[in-house]
């Protein structure tokens, strides 16, 4: 059969392939278009895992709000560069839909689920990295839902490099949420409260002050009291409440919140790459290796 541009065309705009890949898949399999879809999707699949060992520590977080359900998700990619891509800006928005709809429990339960176009999630992020060429992947998400008198409180910082959901329970003021979830990317703290922060957590902190107490010479007798204020500011660090509002300084978020007529029940805060090691490339070396190898 003889193969046209125009049916060229119409595979590679299904499926993102370059002309050569499409014309080459045509061929091999007499022009039926679907069985060359298939033969592109098994090529894609083999070229991403050769991304496999790739270090994906860029990408994008984002959060989507339907009604009273809530997801905040990252997606991650290699560079900084990619977010930008209309495809993979088109892959987080389906991704973040499907997420919302599906409520996987895991991650992996995630990559395993069907989307509505008869993909598994892992083979639809293969197709995308196929097309844009870098190593992508679904990190991690939380699905939160609420009540009709609770409010959502998405905001995403610098295009999506942070994400802060926040659940205002007992008040519709989505502003406010809003607001609280500005602080909370700004500060970072781990904890809502001092009744979160774990014995463990405050005795190993309460022995550490005390030792900093006491090797500058404190008198024992103070230095007990000394270490109670140390707590109150190292609880101001590390939860929310605690803390001066960003928006007004004069302000502890915790008086903020009350003003509201609720309460701050949770929040998910997510920045792009935290805890992935990044690889460091030496370019230097990288060149001296290429030199050596010729």
Known sequence: MAITAQMVKELREKTGAGMMDCKKALTEVNGDMEAAVDFLREKGLSSAAKKADR??????????????????????????????NEGFQTLVKELGEHLLAAKPATVEEANESKMSNGL????????????????????????KTKTDNDAFGPYLHMGGRIAVLTILEGTTDADAAKDVAMHIAALNPKYISRDE?????????????????????KPENIVAKMVEGRLGK?????????????????????????????????????????????????????????????
Do not use: P, W
Not at 197 to 217: C, D, H, Y
């Open 55 to 84: 270090i994906a520590a860029e990408g994008t977080t984002d959060i989507l709000v339907n009604g009273n359900e809530a997801v905040i998700f990252e997606v991650n990619a290699e560079t900084d560069f990619v977010a930008k």
């Open 120 to 143: 598994t999630v892992a083979d639809h992020i293969s197709n995308a990295v196929s097309k844009i060429g870098e190593k992508i992947t679904l990190r991690r998400f939380e699905v």
């Open 197 to 217: 922060v774990s014995e463990e957590e405050v005795e190993r902190e309460r022995k550490i002050l005390t030792e900093q107490a006491l090797n500058e010479g």
């Open 234 to 294: 190292y609880f101001e660090e590390i939860c929310v409440l605690d803390q001066a509002f960003v928006k007004n300084s004069d302000q502890k978020v915790r008086d903020f919140v009350k003003s509201t007529g609720g309460s701050l029940k949770e929040f998910v805060r997510f920045a792009v790459g935290e805890g992935i090691e990044k690889r460091e490339d030496n370019f230097a070396e990288e060149v001296m290796s290429q030199v050596k190898g010729n």
